[in-house]
C-alpha cells in the first residue's frame, strides 16, 4: 500500500511540473530540426545534381533548342541526334578515344595501386635508418606544381621514344605521393598483433604484406585506385602534349577538339560530356561503400 501511495505521487508530481508535456514539445522540438535538416540537404543536393541534370538534358535536345535563349529544362522536341552524330561521325572516333580513355586509366590506377603500397608498407610497418626523411621527401613532392613537371616529363618521354602512345599517359604518374601517403595512413591503423601472430607462425615481411596487410586493405585500394582512374581519365593538358594522331587520343583532349570544330553545337558537346561521365557514376556506384570505409580509416575525413 506504501509503494502504489508513492507511486502515485510521483505520478502526480510529474504532472504539476508538466514533465510529460516537456518531453513531447522536446520530441516535436527534435522532430522539426530532422524535418529543416532534411530540407537543407535536399536542396544542396538539388543544387550539385542540377548541372549534370542539365547536362542530359541538353545532350537530348535538337542544335536550335541546345543554343535557345532562354534555356529551357524540358527538350522540345526529344531527339537523340546528338548522340548518333557524335558516335557516327568520321572526323569525331568518340569510341576510340573513349577505348583509350578506359584503357590508360585502368592501366595506370594499376600501377599506382602496385607502387604505392609497396612503397607505403616499409613507411608505415618497417624500422629503418632515414624512414623520416624518406617520407618528408614523399610528401615536399605534393608541393610541387604538376605543371612544372611537363618539360621534364616531355623530354623523358620523347627520349624513350613513347610519344604519340597510351603509354605517354600511363606510366609517367604512376608514381602517386599522394597514394603513398594515403595508403601509409591506411595501414598504420591497422593492428600490429596480426603481424606479431604471423611472425610468431614464420611469415615473413613479403608474405606478411601478400596474405595478411592487402586483404585488410581493400577498402583503401579500392579507394585509391578509384581516385587514381579519375586523375587519369579527367586529364587533359598531358594527353594534349603527348598523343598527336586522332586514333591515340583519349576522351578528354578529344572533346577539346569537338569543343574547337564545333563551338556552338552545344548538343554535341553535352553528348560528349554523358559519356565521359558514365564510367566515373558507374564506379562511384558500386564503389561507394568501400570509398566511405577507406577514407575514414586513412584519417583523411574532412
Known amino acids: 500500500m506504501t509503494a502504489l501511495t508513492g507511486l502515485a505521487t510521483e505520478a502526480d508530481t510529474a504532472v504539476a511540473t508538466g514533465r510529460p508535456s516537456d518531453a513531447r514539445a522536446g520530441g516535436r522540438r527534435r522532430t522539426w530540426v530532422q524535418v529543416i535538416r532534411y530540407i537543407l540537404l535536399g536542396v544542396l543536393a538539388l543544387l550539385y545534381i542540377s548541372p549534370v541534370l542539365f547536362m542530359i538534358v541538353t545532350s537530348f535536345k535538337t542544335r536550335a533548342d541546345a543554343a535557345g535563349i532562354p534555356p529551357t529544362w524540358i527538350p522540345d522536341p526529344f531527339t537523340t541526334q546528338a548522340y548518333e552524330t557524335i558516335l557516327t561521325a568520321s572526323g569525331t572516333p568518340v569510341l576510340i578515344w573513349f577505348s583509350n580513355s578506359l584503357i590508360a586509366a585502368v592501366l595506370h590506377?594499376?600501377?599506382?595501386?602496385?607502387?604505392?603500397?609497396?612503397?607505403?608498407?616499409?613507411?608505415?610497418?618497417?624500422?629503418?635508418?632515414?624512414?623520416?626523411?624518406?617520407?618528408?621527401v614523399v610528401i615536399a613532392t605534393l608541393l610541387i606544381p604538376p605543371v612544372i613537371l611537363?618539360?621534364?616529363?616531355?623530354?623523358?618521354?620523347?627520349?624513350?621514344?613513347?610519344?604519340?602512345?597510351?603509354?605517354?599517359?600511363?606510366?609517367?604518374t604512376a608514381a602517386s605521393a599522394f597514394g603513398v601517403f594515403f595508403m601509409r595512413q591506411f595501414f598504420l591503423s591497422l593492428p600490429t598483433e596480426l603481424e606479431e601472430?604471423?611472425?610468431?607462425?614464420?611469415?615473413?615481411?613479403?608474405?606478411?604484406?601478400?596474405?595478411?596487410i592487402l586483404p585488410l586493405s581493400k577498402p583503401a585500394l579500392a579507394t585509391l585506385a578509384l581516385l587514381a582512374f579519375l586523375t587519369n581519365w579527367n586529364d587533359f593538358l598531358w594527353p594534349v602534349y603527348v598523343l598527336f594522331s586522332a586514333d591515340v587520343q583519349t576522351l578528354p583532349s578529344g572533346l577539346g577538339t569537338l569543343?574547337?570544330?564545333?563551338?556552338?553545337?552545344?548538343?554535341?558537346?553535352?553528348?560528349?560530356?554523358?559519356?565521359?561521365s558514365v564510367p566515373v557514376l558507374l564506379l562511384f556506384v558500386f564503389l561507394q561503400r568501400f570509398i566511405i570505409e577507406g577514407v575514414s580509416r586513412s584519417g583523411l575525413k574532412g
Request: zero cysteines.
Open 109 to 136: 590506377s594499376l600501377l599506382v595501386v602496385v607502387t604505392a603500397s609497396l612503397a607505403a608498407y616499409p613507411l608505415a610497418r618497417m624500422t629503418f635508418r632515414g624512414r623520416g626523411v624518406v617520407f618528408s
Open 197 to 212: 601472430a604471423a611472425l610468431l607462425d614464420g611469415a615473413n615481411r613479403w608474405q606478411i604484406f601478400l596474405r595478411v
Open 259 to 276: 569543343q574547337s570544330a564545333n563551338a556552338v553545337r552545344y548538343d554535341l558537346l553535352m553528348a560528349g560530356a554523358v559519356i565521359a
Open 150 to 172: 611537363i618539360i621534364p616529363n616531355y623530354l623523358i618521354v620523347g627520349n624513350l621514344g613513347w610519344l604519340n602512345s597510351l603509354i605517354a599517359i600511363i606510366i609517367p
